[in-house]
């Protein structure tokens, strides 16, 4: 898969993402926001075990944000199953060089569109912790909707904290 937004890339993982993978993954300040199977440190036989389930996962949902040159980040689905099958949770990373440029707004808003054209899927959903409120800005500039939040839900490295539901439905 490619989808172009403004001069970025989401694209399907490929082998010789490894460097870029541990380059930006790496780094406590992007791993204190996802959940902990997103290991810190990130090593690079973290980055190849991703790779091997990301190039091998049927159906495809996971994919790199991308410049021209390396991968930069990450976006994706969770895919529901029983009840659930026509809602998805999207989770997304970006490298911290690429913060505030406005590319991870680009990159949602890209593949949501995408993931309703080619998924056969009602609503999205995505969690937030309450340290992370630029992600939460991300999703409202996306079209996601707060629907809640959660409170004492979460816990990370320690600290038991809210996080907040949000959410878009296929109109």
Known sequence: MRLEFDEWLI??????????????????????????????????????????????????????IASPKEAIGGIGLKLGNDVFSRSAEIGYWLGEPYWGKGIATGA???????????????????????????????????????????????TKDGRTMDHFLYATVLE
Do not use: H, M
Request: glycine content about 2%; overall charge positive.
């Open 108 to 154: 949602v808003s890209a593949f949501t569109r995408f993931a309703f054209s080619n998924y056969d899927l009602a609503r999205i959903e995505a969690r937030v912790y309450e340290n992370n409120p630029a992600s939460a800005r991300v999703l409202e500039k996306a079209g996601y909707v707060c629907e809640g939040r959660l409170r004492k839900s979460i």
């Open 11 to 64: 694209r399907s993982w490929r082998p010789d993402d490894v460097s870029g993978l541990v380059k930006y993954a790496n780094n406590r300040r992007v791993s204190r926001t996802l959940r902990d199977a997103f290991p810190y440190p990130y090593t690079t036989e973290d980055a190849r075990a991703w790779l091997r389930f990301a190039t091998q996962e049927q159906p495809e949902a996971n994919y790199a």
